[in-house]
């Protein structure tokens, strides 16, 4: 069979083109190669392995890398217990909180674009908060000493709470005005909110809440772009992840995980059918709180262009001063957080050399499902199980282990 020139070249196009797409991977190494021990690397697996043989956890991926290396990727367990699935590297998992730093980036993107400022009022782009007032038990709720900003959203100081979480008067008008309703839009979230009045004064108080939910509403009102849209274009696309979204589609439902939670007498019962799960519908309200799905490998990528200071593969996000600004504590000096801890811009940001090391930053998601990052050490951790309600036990097994591995 003659090959003509118009073939040869279909060929070759094909063959870069899949070159530059394998390029995308991060490299494997040995952890030696980046002054880290195997031996105690390697301890990881029996501490994950343990949770699994207890009943702790169905299945766990884990992800170490060090200096742009991947020098440890294993999978533990099963993703589905019940369909006898074993965890796999490309397995979709459900990240909830952990897509707040999604957003926040999101938010920091229109931000180097000069299209918000980050202590504008809320109300210069949300009109319907204009006049939010704070509660107060006698009913006559107080004016907003300080107007709630954008970065009041971004280090979660809004004022605003989540419903979920507390038991307070406001968070009982939450849960009534179902605010994170699935089946709603952003808009009718932000129409929601602005009927409640705030918990707190805006700065004066870290408190968890659905501030980074409303920032993605901004984003997606300033950009002129849905919200899913925005992410696919000028995140996911751009860092090669594959499958990060605000939904599972048909295609991928065999690589999504079941969720569990704890039965009443010890072991595990499962909360979430990855076969009948709402992830496989797209939502009409896409959370920038905790709508997104993820994998380990995706994740190790968004963390890895933030370790890069903003860029990765050529492909820069944002700026180095930026993601520094981000990852460094952004709480005023009266705010406190637990000791020793801060929080940036979308991020947890630990204040002191302790146990861990000072600048790591990260963050976590409700199925138990945690990231960090410690500049200092060049180092990425990406540990995700399917768990409800929220555990640090993953977390807990794996981190001093991880660190220890480190060689001076």
């Not at 980046?34 to 956890?57: F, G, H, Y």
């Not at 884990?62 to 006898?84: H, P, S």
């Not at 459900?94 to 938010?107: D, N």
Request: aromatic residues 10%; glycine residues 8%; contains cysteine.
């Amino acid at each position: 069979m003659k090959i003509t020139r118009k073939t040869r070249i279909v060929i070759v196009l094909s063959l870069v083109l899949s070159y530059l797409s394998f390029a995308r991977e991060l490299p494997i190494t040995s952890p030696e190669d980046v002054r880290m021990s195997s031996e105690k690397l390697s301890r990881t697996k029996s501490s994950v392995q343990a949770l699994i043989d207890n009943e702790k956890i169905a299945g766990a991926s884990i992800i170490v890398a060090r200096k742009g290396k991947i020098v440890l990727f294993e999978t533990f367990g099963m993703m589905d217990q019940k369909a006898k699935k074993p965890m796999q590297p490309d397995t979709i998992f459900r990240i909830y909180s952990m897509s707040k730093p999604i957003t926040s980036v999101a938010a920091m993107m229109l931000y180097e674009q000069g299209k918000l400022k980050l202590d504008d009022p809320i109300s210069k782009h949300i009109p319907e908060f204009k006049g939010l007032k704070v509660y107060s038990e006698s009913g006559k709720h107080d004016d907003q000493v300080h107007q709630m900003s954008i970065r009041d959203l971004l280090r979660h100081t809004s004022g605003l709470t989540y419903g979920y979480f507390g038991n307070t008067a406001v968070d009982k008008m939450y849960m009534a005005r179902s605010v994170l309703k699935r089946k709603s839009s952003l808009q009718d979230m932000i129409n929601k909110l602005s009927e409640i009045p705030l918990l707190h004064q805006p700065a004066t108080k870290w408190h968890y809440s659905v501030s980074t939910d409303v920032l993605g509403y901004l984003v997606q009102k300033i950009s002129g772009q849905p919200l899913d849209e925005f992410f696919r274009q000028k995140i996911f696309e751009p860092l090669d992840m594959k499958d990060t979204a605000f939904y599972v589609p048909n295609e991928k439902v065999n690589r999504f995980a079941a969720c569990y939670g704890p039965k009443q007498n010890g072991g595990l019962k499962i909360v979430d059918e990855p076969t009948e799960s709402r992830y496989l519908i797209r939502a009409n309200l896409f959370s920038g709180g905790g709508g997104l799905v993820s994998t380990a490998r995706d994740y190790l990528r968004f963390s890895q262009m933030l370790l890069n200071k903003g860029q990765l593969d050529g492909r820069r996000l944002l700026r180095s001063e930026t993601v520094e600004m981000m990852t460094s504590n952004q709480l005023p000096d009266s705010v406190k957080r637990g000791e020793g801890e801060g929080f940036g811009l979308g991020f947890s940001v630990r204040l002191r050399d302790g146990r861990f090391p000072q600048g790591e930053y990260g963050w976590g998601g409700a199925a138990s499902t945690h990231f960090w990052i410690s500049p200092k050490n060049e180092l990425i951790v990406i540990a995700l199980s399917q768990y409800i309600p929220f555990s640090s036990q993953l977390q807990n097994a794996v981190k001093s282990i991880i660190y220890d591995s480190i060689l001076n």
